[in-house]
T-cell receptor
Framework: LAKTTQPISMDSYEGQEVNITCSHNNIATNDYITWYQQFPSQGPRFIIQGYKTKVTNEVASLFIPADRKSSTLSLPRVSLSDTAVYYCLVGDSPGYSTLTFGKGTMLLVSP | EAQVTQNPRYLITVTGKKLTVTCSQNMNHEYMSWYRQDPGLGLRQIYYSMNVEVTDKGDVPEGYKVSRKEKRNFPLILESPSPNQTSLYFC???????????FGPGTRLTVL
């Protein structure tokens, strides 16, 4: 399973764009990249998933360069409610088997 | 409403007293999984199941059992709980065709 590396924490202010980068140097050909968000004492919530180039949904964008050894989650104009831990996961689909979440990135958004 | 439910949400018990945490999903997902979350260690997978009667160990299976007799249910069993199993537990499910998982609300377990 590809190991991922993310910053432990990031700080931002309301209204700013936040980019969280995840490194996954040994990503396999069949692997997808998935990001989750977790608030304290709640289960992780799926944000976005991608395989290559760029994926965008109503809450975030995911940028994946051609070599796929890293990915960047972009949150446009964050608000206080975006304060959470963000996890990057790499694994193949259909269905992950053993999933390793890692420690994630704690994003703190201030007024 | 599509959801994953867990019961109980909170449980305080004593060492050695067998307990079961139930997990149920109403989305007809083939894949189900259990995680535990501890401060500083992140989420760690305990067991997972690709379908009915198919279960496999995750990263930290010791001290836990699971069963998958029906597609919708995936109970976590602690035959003889110990204090080091005090943790926040999450159940999750997903269709095999998509890797994104839906998580339950969590069960906070304290073993004295």
């Amino acid at each position: 399973l590809a190991k991922t590396t993310q910053p432990i924490s990031m700080d931002s202010y309301e209204g700013q764009e936040v980019n969280i980068t995840c490194s996954h140097n040994n990503i396999a050909t069949n692997d997808y990249i998935t990001w989750y968000q977790q608030f304290p004492s709640q289960g992780p919530r799926f944000i976005i998933q991608g395989y290559k180039t760029k994926v965008t949904n109503e809450v975030a964008s995911l940028f994946i360069p051609a070599d796929r050894k890293s990915s960047t989650l972009s949150l446009p104009r964050v608000s206080l409610s975006d304060t959470a831990v963000y996890y990057c996961l790499v694994g193949d689909s259909p269905g992950y088997s053993t999933l390793t979440f890692g420690k994630g990135t704690m994003l703190l958004v201030s007024p | 409403e599509a959801q994953v439910t867990q019961n109980p949400r909170y449980l305080i018990t004593v060492t050695g007293k067998k307990l079961t945490v139930t997990c149920s999903q109403n989305m007809n997902h083939e894949y189900m999984s259990w995680y535990r979350q501890d401060p500083g260690l992140g989420l760690r997978q305990i067991y997972y199941s690709m379908n009915v009667e198919v279960t496999d160990k995750g990263d930290v299976p010791e001290g836990y059992k699971v069963s998958r007799k029906e597609k919708r249910n995936f109970p976590l069993i602690l035959e003889s709980p110990s204090p080091n199993q005090t943790s926040l537990y999450f159940c999750a499910s997903s269709p095999l065709s998509a890797a994104a998982q839906f998580f339950g609300p969590g069960t906070r377990l304290t073993v004295l």
